[in-house]
């Protein structure tokens, strides 16, 4: 008797055309235990002669969608407590983040202070043209601009402008009135909905036999704590949709979503290396190169104006990246705490630049790519593109001297991709989510009844620990394909596109192999 996944790889011919797709849909609870477990309240796992694919509405993307949106309405409840208004001694409302607000309800988000830190509320302001002095009056005094990448500079600016003409029309009695900064909030958490909504959609439509596996990015709990806590579900959404358009043998479009991503976060263009790899290895270096030269020219064109016009405030995103030092959940920090080191720079100064630091970062992380270029080009099969995606951002946030708890969204749609294990990946989750509490009660202060930094910290090298066993997890997976779900259901590289299914040309220490096939697969 044939097994379930076996099943799904062969859809029957007499099957309605309609139908005949979905016939082929890899069914999570038959291939993973907790998915199956997961399913027992609702009547167990589908049944092997279920119709699959007939409901004239429902399917597992917009089931996705459905579950992302009451996902991201949670998300937003979670940040609601910091829009929160009172009235002060003279009878106007204030925003009240009275006490510490922010981190006892743990509803911190960036978005409200940097309404008016970044100077948004007022009236003529622009990004990068517009300044403002911090620590005024102080050694410490310098000048300041918009810290964001152009793409999220520009976009925090258009929402203050949506805010200006909200607050116009309830003026005039047509909209509900409230303080600037929560309508800001508000139409600001809008947009990142979306946008997460638009992530969901993008990767249940890369893997076309695994959709339900976009359940994963739809129902993260990551999401709910991080949704709305900064403005990275921009580059989620480009990111998600290159990696789709390169699914689908784009590699122009996939270069021009990446490079706009890039312009909203860096880390998309991380993804052309791995692309690289790969396409050396398959000999398809001419697609990679359509993609790589649209990507960098797409952010080149969105970046040039105001690096030509407005050049001091666009470089002061790379001014700020240069100078910080090692943040409180970087791997350095958590070293630092617990040995006393004092750091590869020692003692510094207030804004001065740690070069050291700099430096080892940048090495550090230049080593790993090179050690996921080793193992993508020695693997006896082709790894998937979803595979290196995960380990070479999750390499740059492990050796960043920066990981803001945000960042983890960057890691859920590539995960999901990457290796579409239910239990681990949730695991996971669970423990990034849960870094949120001990971050903010660190937040509040050991003064005010917070936590020593010692207990953050301890939760941030398990939040770590958790990542680097997700990376081994994946290794293992290139190095023995037959424990690959993606590979045992009979697929090769659904997101690889033009590499689904291609014959190596280049490989390390092997040799070339033909195209792979799902019988390449041989299940222990």
């Known amino acids: 008797m044939s097994s379930p996944i076996e099943q799904t790889t062969a859809p029957d011919p007499e099957l309605a055309p309609l139908a005949l797709d979905a016939s082929a849909r890899v069914i999570p609870s038959w291939e993973d235990?907790?998915?199956?477990?997961?399913?027992?309240?609702?009547?167990?796992?589908?049944?092997?002669?279920?119709a699959v694919g007939r409901h004239w509405f429902w399917s597992p993307v917009r089931v996705g969608?459905?579950?992302?949106?009451?996902?991201?309405?949670?998300?937003?409840?979670?940040?609601?407590?910091?829009?929160?208004?009172?009235?002060?001694?003279?009878g106007a409302n204030q925003l009240d983040w009275r006490a510490g607000r922010p981190y006892v309800a743990m509803c911190y988000t960036d978005i409200v202070p940097l309404y008016s830190a970044e100077?948004?509320?007022?009236?003529?302001?622009?990004?990068?043209?517009?300044?403002?002095?911090?620590?005024?009056?102080?050694?410490?005094?310098?000048?300041?601009?918009?810290?964001?990448?152009?793409?999220?500079?520009?976009?925090?600016?258009?929402?203050?402008?949506?805010?200006?003409?909200?607050?116009?029309?309830?003026?005039?009695?047509?909209?509900?009135?409230?303080?600037?900064?929560a309508i800001y909030f508000d139409i600001t958490a809008v947009w990142l909905a979306l946008a997460w909504v638009v992530t969901v959609w993008a990767t249940s439509r890369t893997h076309r036999r695994r959709p339900w596996d976009a359940l994963l990015v739809a129902i993260s709990p990551i999401v709910l704590v991080h949704a709305f806590t900064n403005f990275d579900a921009i580059a989620t959404a480009f990111t998600a949709t290159g990696l789709l358009a390169w699914a689908r043998k784009k590699p122009v479009l996939a270069g021009v979503l990446l490079g706009i991503g890039g312009a909203a976060k860096l880390y998309p263009l991380f993804l052309l290396l791995p692309l690289l790899v790969l396409c050396l290895r398959a000999g398809k270096m001419r697609v990679w190169s359509y993609t790589a030269v649209s990507a960098v020219g797409t952010w080149a064109v969105i970046n040039l104006p105001f690096a030509?016009?407005?050049?001091?405030?666009?470089?002061?995103?790379?001014?700020?990246?240069?100078?910080?030092?090692?943040?409180?959940?970087?791997?350095?920090?958590?070293?630092?705490?617990?040995?006393?080191?004092?750091?590869?720079?020692?003692?510094?100064?207030?804004?001065?630049?740690?070069?050291?630091?700099?430096?080892?970062?940048?090495?550090?992380?230049?080593?790993?790519?090179?050690?996921?270029?080793?193992?993508?080009?020695?693997?006896?099969?082709?790894?998937?593109?979803?595979?290196?995606?995960?380990?070479?951002?999750?390499?740059?946030?492990?050796?960043?001297?920066?990981?803001?708890?945000?960042?983890?969204?960057?890691?859920?749609?590539?995960?999901?991709?990457?290796?579409?294990?239910?239990?681990?990946?949730?695991?996971?989750?669970?423990?990034?989510?849960?870094?949120w509490a001990p971050r903010m009660f660190y937040y509040l202060g050991v003064d005010h009844k917070g936590l020593p930094e010692g207990w953050f910290l301890g939760t941030v090298v398990v939040?770590?620990?958790?990542?680097?066993?997700?990376?081994?997890?994946?290794?293992?997976?290139?190095?023995?394909?037959?424990?690959?779900?993606?590979?045992?259901?009979?697929d090769d590289d659904p997101a690889g596109g033009f590499l689904d299914g291609a014959p190596d040309r280049f490989v390390l220490g092997a040799r070339a192999r033909g195209p792979a096939r799902a019988r390449d697969v041989t299940v222990s």
């Open 308 to 435: 030509l016009f407005l050049r001091t405030g666009w470089e002061e995103f790379f001014r700020l990246n240069t100078s910080r030092p090692m943040d409180p959940d970087s791997l350095y920090n958590v070293f630092s705490y617990f040995s006393g080191w004092t750091g590869f720079d020692g003692v510094l100064l207030r804004g001065q630049t740690p070069t050291w630091l700099n430096i080892v970062t940048g090495g550090l992380f230049i080593v790993l790519c090179a050690g996921i270029g080793y193992v993508a080009l020695t693997a006896a099969r082709r790894p998937r593109l979803g595979q290196l995606c995960f380990l070479i951002v999750a390499a740059f946030l492990l050796t960043s001297k920066v990981w803001s708890p945000q960042y983890s969204l960057w890691l859920v749609p590539l995960a999901a991709l990457a290796i579409p294990r239910w239990r681990p990946l949730l695991a996971w989750m669970v423990i990034d989510a849960l870094v």
């Open 65 to 90: 969608l459905l579950l992302a949106v009451i996902a991201l309405m949670l998300s937003w409840f979670g940040k609601g407590s910091c829009i929160q208004q009172y009235q002060d001694g003279s």
């Open 119 to 181: 100077k948004l509320s007022d009236a003529g302001a622009f990004p990068y043209a517009t300044s403002w002095i911090d620590n005024p009056g102080t050694a410490n005094a310098r000048v300041r601009y918009m810290e964001y990448p152009v793409l999220t500079g520009v976009f925090q600016w258009a929402n203050a402008k949506l805010t200006n003409v909200w607050l116009s029309l309830s003026n005039s009695g047509w909209l509900p009135t409230g303080l600037p900064v």
């Open 463 to 490: 939040r770590d620990l958790a990542v680097i066993a997700l990376c081994v997890l994946i290794i293992r997976e290139i190095y023995r394909p037959a424990t690959d779900l993606v590979r045992v259901a009979g």
């Open 33 to 50: 235990p907790f998915a199956e477990a997961v399913t027992r309240p609702l009547g167990g796992a589908l049944g092997e002669h279920a």
